[in-house]
């Protein structure tokens, strides 16, 4: 199995930036795809962006498309976001999620970490 821990969301302007990491130990991280989902009051948990196990597919929802982008360093074991040109809508709890396969990651992710809160003030 693989444990997940986010860290670097914090509180940022609109228009500034954050870079999030998602670290991970236990199985190989190299086997699992991993992803980036959000999660604000009163909405759904939503896909943000996802990485495949080698990184040289990636995908990001509509609404951060151009603004965000997600990469993996497989020998630090970590996963990374990061995000410009921040709106006040990315408000939320950033999640990482890994799996083994894709689709399962689309669907709802094998692991989890605990989440890390991101605040964009108008």
């Known amino acids: 199995q693989v444990q997940l821990v986010e860290s670097g969301g914090g509180l940022v302007q609109a228009g500034g930036s954050l870079r999030l990491s998602c670290a991970a130990s236990?199985?190989?991280?190299?086997?699992?795809?991993v992803g980036w989902f959000r999660q604000a009051p009163g909405k759904e948990r939503e896909f943000v962006s996802a990485?495949?196990?080698?990184?040289?597919?990636?995908d990001y929802a509509d609404s951060v498309k151009g603004r965000f982008t997600i990469s993996r360093d497989n020998g630090k074991n970590t996963v990374y976001l990061q995000m410009n040109s921040l709106k006040p809508e990315d408000t939320a709890i950033y999640y990482c999620?890994?799996?083994?396969?894709?689709?399962?990651?689309?669907?709802?992710?094998?692991?989890w970490g605990q989440g890390t809160q991101v605040t964009v003030s108008s």
């Open positions: 990485i495949t196990q080698s990184g040289h597919i990636t």
């Open positions: 999620a890994a799996a083994a396969y894709y689709g399962t990651l689309m669907r709802r992710g094998d692991y």
């Open positions: 236990g199985r190989t991280f190299s086997g699992y795809a």
